[in-house]
């Protein structure tokens, strides 16, 4: 994530509500994709440096979990990332309201990166069938670290169903995420890490599945026709096959070619977010400056992609060895084998080809999925 500036000229940053060196109220303009000094102007109205008009969203206003600006224009009383959560626990009760503030910033943060790459976004109140929703939910009692059941409370699952994606309450936990992330004997599990995961199997379904990008996705990734729950029940079973880092990016995604996609699509937003960090920062990795983050509408978007890999590699090394510096767990406890490696190609030259930065219109794309899923209901 890039860091921005207030009008004072002090560094700001993705999650600032109020400026530490002038105190001027800080919010980000989703239209703009920036943070930004923002002045009161009366009436729940408030103006941008550059005389633009909003208000703030009302979990910003009301609840202090977002801090994210509506454009005066719009109409809902909720920002474009607060709009997607269909679902969340009581925000009056302090404890569950911060795991919301939680949840929310992690995927305030994956959106600004969606928003850069120029993927789409939609509400399901503005398309039932194609939009992106999020619910936020509990099985377990969060005021004893979710250890216990609720009572008559369904299982809660992780997951991507039909652009519905869930997050279990208790990953915002710090001690319940850990023990499952020990309990599961994982390298990495955190909020961002579930978001960026999750958003891929919704990319997928509306980028991938069904259009001429299909049978390139099939060679890579597999034929993912495969029995879902039958691959999947085998994996929890008896774990990834031994081979698993000669062929896949983590040893969740040989459980199936759906998460071998998922898997790599969170990893491809860990390396661009971590990348453009490091450019912001002004890093310099084996005598070269790291380029700013190659979102498609960038000038570097044309830097080849086995550079942007490379470089990716080098800074990724450097900082696992930082983190031991400091006697915690690696940054990027992972190693790219030639196969992860040519997937993470395939899922750069997706996003690339349906960017709407590339001139892609995006209207088209959801309308061309309503009529491909008119077409098969008919048949
Ligand atoms: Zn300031
Ligand atoms: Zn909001
Ligand atoms: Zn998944």
Not at 52 to 74: F, G, K, Q, S, T
Not at 270 to 280: F, S
Not at 329 to 335: E, T
């Amino acid at each position: 994530m890039q860091t921005f500036h207030c009008v004072c000229g002090n560094t700001i940053f993705f999650k600032n509500t109020r400026c530490e060196s002038c105190q001027r109220r800080l919010a980000f303009l989703p239209d703009q994709r920036r943070m930004s000094a923002v002045e009161s102007v009366g009436g729940g109205r408030w103006k941008s440096p550059d005389g633009a008009l909003y208000r703030r969203c009302r979990n910003y206003r009301r609840h202090d979990i977002c801090n994210w600006m509506v454009p005066a224009a719009e109409s809902d009383p909720y920002c474009l990332s607060c709009r997607l959560t269909e679902q969340a626990p009581d925000l009056n009760d302090p404890r569950q309201s911060l795991y919301v503030y939680r949840l929310e910033s992690a995927k305030r943060h994956l959106l600004y990166t969606i928003l850069q790459l120029g993927l789409p976004v939609r509400t399901k109140a503005d398309d039932p069938d194609w939009g992106l929703a999020f619910r936020f939910e509990t099985d377990r009692d969060p005021d004893t670290e979710f250890v216990h059941p609720v009572e008559d409370a369904e299982t809660v699952w992780t997951g991507h169903a039909n652009g519905t994606i869930t997050i279990n309450l208790a990953e915002a936990d710090h001690v319940a995420r850990e023990r499952m992330r020990v309990q599961m004997k994982e390298r990495y599990r955190t909020l961002l890490g579930h978001f960026r995961h999750e958003v891929g199997h919704y990319y997928w379904a509306l980028l991938v599945d069904g259009t001429d990008l299909h049978a390139s996705y099939r060679e890579l990734f597999g034929d993912e026709r495969q029995d879902y729950g039958k691959t999947l029940a085998r994996y929890y079973k008896r774990g990834a096959p031994r081979d698993w880092n000669n062929r896949f990016i983590s040893p969740y995604a040989s459980s199936h070619p759906w998460e071998d996609w998922a898997e790599t699509f969170a990893h491809y937003l860990h390396m661009i977010d971590t990348l453009g960090t490091a450019n912001d920062f002004g890093f310099v990795v084996q005598g070269r400056q790291i380029p700013p983050a190659p979102y498609p509408d960038t000038v570097l978007a044309e830097v080849p992609f086995d550079e942007i890999l490379d470089l990716f590699i080098h800074l990724s090394i450097g900082l696992n060895a930082i983190s031991r510096s400091m006697g915690v767990a690696d940054l990027y406890p992972f190693v790219l084998c030639q196969p992860a490696k040519d997937k993470l190609r395939f899922v750069h030259e997706v996003i690339h080809a349906r960017s709407s930065h590339r001139g892609v219109d995006q209207m088209s794309l959801f309308d061309a999925r309503n009529a491909l899923d008119k077409a098969v209901a008919e048949a």
